[in-house]
């Protein structure tokens, strides 16, 4: 038996044992004692406030200074569960304060052209306005950009999704039980038998106007999420009822005005993360004749700030629609203003059962915090610094000159703590530097770990930071700088005590983070090869394997896989690699869930693309060897959606634009 069976051998064989690596790397993390404001039972009519960390914070009530709450789209009038806001996010005093903040904030982004940045002198309207902020047209999954960095703690989830966290359910167009399996392609919906030795289409089902549509699958429901209409303004949510996967049935469809940033699954419970990016107010542009150039800008100016001036709530606060009629989605009181000077922008987090879509729990950020990671008991939202460092605009045309901040090169990070379909603030806090998005995030033992890059604020190297809740305050607690100097972050793995960090500029430096003291990370050991890895996934104790880009044959670069032992953190090996022909792309660097780790066969499955053509590499890890199968599976557009499922029994079901089959490793 070799070192590498053995060291697999200490772990239960079955899907990704990312949790056994938590375990063997230090505790698992411990529940966070803290008082959740959720309401339970009958309300009192009134009353609706919360203990949080030893502080009484006033929500208001149904007829309290915060207005009247939103009833749920189904006509229930029962309350929102308070936000409980304290500290650097405050509840604003009334309706119509809530309604002036925005309009304060607003007036300094207007120009004669509408919304405008920089202060160039051009018409920077909506869609440019809001592209810094990564709102246009957000996925229903939240997926990374290949261009910036992905960190994975990855395994497949009940539904056969690779996902990030142990217990943390993600959408993806399939999902399973290990007898049915449900897939979803635009607004149809299919479901399929896969008990037996076949797999078998039972029936599909159209879902209506949805757009780029994923799905969560909790017992026999299936909540479907998507978009209607191109911008990505407004996300749909239909659930239907498999309970007869033969005849499916949907039972509700609630819209939002407003975009999806993304959305995860705790058991039966579903959280939805909503941007609604800046309202598109009936602006003016300058005449084009009449008066000097000047006098025009001026006039337009003029007629735009009363615009904004004139807005409504309803110009600002995400609205939900179902069957009994449209309502404000958050209670004014439940929504936070914040202290920080963030983009302007409205967050919401909505909180519902699967099999009730209609009766929600929210709370909303009058500011975007456009990062989302969701652990098993903490949501945290972040803000995204500019890593090029773009400092300030003047959007006065005449009069008094006032500079507003557009980036300040710190990210302001925000705590929520989750109780079942509930959510309450636990406190916030800002680091030095840029998350390039929610894969850089990570919690432990109640530690929030970052792994950040440079901005204005830092040095030209990344860091990894350690952030903790001390009263109403993240603390940094901890900080590792110079990991890779001038280049950048290209993935991040972290699983317990340990953090793997892959940079790149021309080579591949490996970094390995000993996280054992969180107060006091330290750099163990660096590894330096040709290329970098974009996605990497625990094999055991001490191993991982790496998918990226390298340079092949007479200096072509392709796919790559590399096989790596961490045993020894000062010095990191890559025992093996296995390159992919020239021009070729290992998928799993852009999607995770293109890839299937077989714990019980030691075997991955993982999409590479080359041209046009899709395979299913087959990996098998003999020794310190690589082996690989290609199998040619999907052409075109549809390598995308190529996916890899785990079934019972060791069987794998292969689903491509064309068909869903079982696949043979």
Known sequence: MNDLERLWDDLPVGPAPVADIMRAGGRRPARRRVVRPLVRGAVVAGIAAAFVAGI????????????????RPGGDTAPITPAAFHGDLQPAASCEALRSSYVERALKLVGPFGWQEYGYGGPWMLEQATARDGLPSPSPTGAANSRVAKSYQSLSSDTGTNVQEAGVDEPDHVKTDGEVLVRVEGDLLTTYDVSGADVSELTSLDLGDLLDAEILLAGDTVVAIGRLG?????????????????????????????????????????????????????????????GTSKERRRDALRANREVVRASTLDDWIPRVAGDAGTEQLVACGDVAIPEADLALDTMAVVGFAADSATELR??????????????????????????????????????????????????????????????????????????????????????????????????????????QAQGDELVEIGRLDHLGDGEQIQSVRWFGALAIVVTYRQIDPLYAVDLTDQTAPRLGGELKIPGFSEYLHPLGKHWLVGMGQGPGERGRWGAQVSLFNIHDLARPRRLDVLKYAGGSTAMAGQDPRQFTWLGAERVALTVVERGRTGYVSVLSFTGEEITNRMVEVDHGRDVADIRLVPLPEGRVALVTGDDVELFAL
Request: proline share 8%; with cysteine.
């Open 230 to 290: 191109r911008d990505g303004a407004r996300t749909r949510v239909v659930t239907v009822d498999v309970a007869d996967p033969a005849t499916p049935a949907v039972v509700e469809t609630v819209d939002y005005t407003s975009g999806l940033v993304t959305a995860r699954q705790h058991g039966k419970d579903v959280r939805l993360v909503l941007q609604a990016g800046l309202p598109d107010l009936p602006f003016v542009e300058p005449r084009r004749r009449g």
């Open 56 to 71: 009484l914070v006033g929500q208001p009530s149904s007829d309290g200074p915060g207005g009247p709450g939103p009833t």
């Open 362 to 467: 929210t709370l909303g950020l009058a500011g975007s915090a456009p990062l989302a990671y969701e652990s098993s008991d903490h949501l945290y939202l972040a803000t995204q610094a500019d890593p090029w460092g773009w400092c300030c605009f003047d959007s006065i045309i005449d009069g008094p000159r006032t500079v507003v901040p557009v980036d300040d090169g710190v990210t302001h990070v925000f705590d929520f703590a989750l109780d079942g379909v509930g959510a309450s603030y636990v406190g916030s806090g800002e680091v030095e530097g840029a998350v390039a998005d929610r894969w850089s995030m990570d919690e432990h033992e109640g530690v929030l770990r970052l792994a950040v890059g440079p901005t204005q604020e830092t040095g030209d190297f990344n860091s990894v930071v350690t952030l």
